[in-house]
Each structure stands twice: as C-alpha cells, then as structure tokens.
C-alpha cells in the first residue's frame, strides 16, 4: 500500500505553519492572503469531522512590527515583551477569520514545564481532549513571554511535534518555505535530490539536517524539522513536511496526494517524551 494512502483517513491533524510563512519577510507584518487560506484550508478539515490543531508562530514577529522593533532585535527581553503584544494580536486575527467560518479558535501557550511537570502534561492533555470534543480549533505557541533558557522548547517545529505526541494524533504537518527534504541544502548544492519519502529515521537521514534556513525570521531549520520528525515518529505519528507558499496545499496532502516528504510513523516502545523533553536545549 502507497503510504499517502493512509493520509485522508487521518483524524486528528496537527498543523505547524512558520513565522516566515505567515508574515511578509520585509516589516514582519502579517500576511492576511496567506491567513485567510490557511484558516479556510483547516476549517474545511475540521469541517470533515477531524480534529485540527494549528501551532503557530509570528508572535514575536508581529509584535516586534507593532512595537516598531527591528526585526533582526535578539535581546530576549525586548523579544519577550514583542511576544506579549503579538501574541495577543495574532489570536484576535485567528479568532476573526475563524469566526468568519463559524468557527471557534483557542489559544494554548506552553512551556517545557507545561510537559516535563505530571500535573501540567495532565491538565494541558485534558484541555486540548476538552476543546477538541467542544469543536474548537486549540492553536498554539510557545509561551515566549515568559520562556527563557531553561524552559523554552527553543523552536515551535519541536513543540508542534512534543504536541502531536501528546494529544495522540494521526498526523503532524509542517509547512514551511522549503519543498521537504533533500540530500543536500537545495539552496546550496545544485545537484541536492529530493526525498519524498522516509521509512525510517537513520543517522544518514539525520545527518541531512541544515542548522539555517533562508529566513531571517523563525527558529526553525531542516536539523529542527528532522527533531521534530524523530518525536512525532517514535510516537506513532506521521509526519509530512511541505511548501507553505501555498497553504492550498493542505486539502492536497489530505487527498493523499505525493506531495513535500512523507516520515513514516513506528511507535518506539523505548522513547520516552517526558525524558527527551528534559534534555532538550541541554
Ligand atoms: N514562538 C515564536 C513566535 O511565535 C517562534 C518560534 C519559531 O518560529 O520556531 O514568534
């Protein structure tokens, strides 16, 4: 069996869309086209009875563009404080544009506490099973206002990933500015092949992980994405990365069609979220 086969019968999807996927490049401010398709494309999931949850990114962004910040500001104070107002004012957007579909949009903010602690990863699971049983789309973020070194995930590609396992879903989709992965930095290396399927997670597939991308905005690189892969596999989640430069794309990866790569799910009896969350960053 094609292994994209599987796709449309999915029912509990997780969508992580980048910063740099969601605001335009030059001022950081929102970019309300790509918005608009984005949240249509998941209602209409949603709307075919599965559950969706959407991890976004463009909180410090956003904020950095109201604050009249530079976008390329690494102070963390400065980028907490961008979080706090951004934050705020990319919820009132997804609440707009939801409710304009008749749906309901819900924020979630974490930290690695939210699952390193029982009684946090207790609550937080039982919010989202709560919210997804009331038809609400929980979306969330890492909560940057307060996260610094020692309790930040560090890069929402991770997050979208330690969620998935979480909350036991079928799928983790990552849309980003890159078709999937390659040998090689395609941007680079003139000759990098792409890989549209992966079986299994080797050292090789690893090794193919680029510390950057070609944004200045987001965390979020090939070498984070193939974390993300290694959680959301060893979870028994599959996991596709694609191109968001066009958010139609998600009704496409949903028909099962061939498209960004594909990373096979195989539960791992010996993988433990809990303990690789702990050892993040360290
Ligand atoms: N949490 C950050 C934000 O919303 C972005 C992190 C990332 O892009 O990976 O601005």
Redesign the pocket.
């Known amino acids: 069996m094609n292994p994209r086969e599987r796709i449309p019968e999915k029912k509990r999807i997780v969508v992580k869309v980048?910063?740099?996927s969601l605001t335009h490049a030059q001022t950081g401010g929102l970019d309300y086209t790509k918005l608009e398709v984005l949240v249509r494309e998941l209602c209409d999931i949603n709307n075919q009875d599965k559950d969706v949850i959407l991890v976004?990114?463009?909180?410090?962004?956003?904020?950095k563009r109201v604050l009249h910040i530079d976008q390329s500001e690494k102070a963390i104070s400065v980028k907490q404080a961008c979080?706090a107002v951004?934050?705020a004012r990319?919820m009132m957007t997804y609440q707009k544009l939801f409710s304009e579909y008749n749906h309901t949009a819900a924020q979630i903010l974490m930290t690695k506490n939210t699952i390193i602690d029982d009684l946090n990863r207790f609550n937080a699971r039982n919010t989202f099973e709560e919210l997804l049983k009331l038809g609400a789309i929980p979306i969330v973020?890492?909560n940057?206002t307060i996260a610094t070194y020692e309790i930040e995930f560090?890069?929402?590609?991770s997050?979208s990933a330690i969620v998935a396992s979480l909350v036991g879903a079928d799928l983790l989709i990552l849309l980003s500015d890159i078709d999937g992965l390659y040998t090689d930095d395609p941007r680079k290396v003139k000759d990098a092949e792409f890989i549209p399927y992966v079986e299994r997670l080797d050292e090789k597939i690893m090794d193919m992980g680029k510390a950057s991308t070609g944004s200045a905005?987001?965390?979020?690189g090939m070498n984070?994405k193939l974390q993300a892969a290694k959680i959301a596999t060893c979870s028994g989640v599959d996991m596709i990365i694609a191109n968001a430069s066009d958010m139609h794309i998600l009704h496409r990866i949903m028909d099962g069609r061939e498209i960004g790569t594909m990373f096979a799910a195989h539960e791992d009896e010996g993988f433990d979220l809990l303990s690789f969350v702990e050892n993040m960053n360290q």
Not at 56 to 63: L, P, R
Not at 217 to 220: F, K, N
């Open positions: 980048g910063s740099s976004s990114s463009g909180a410090i962004s956003v904020g979080a951004g934050q990319l973020n890492e940057d560090g890069d929402n590609d997050l905005v987001g965390t979020g984070t």
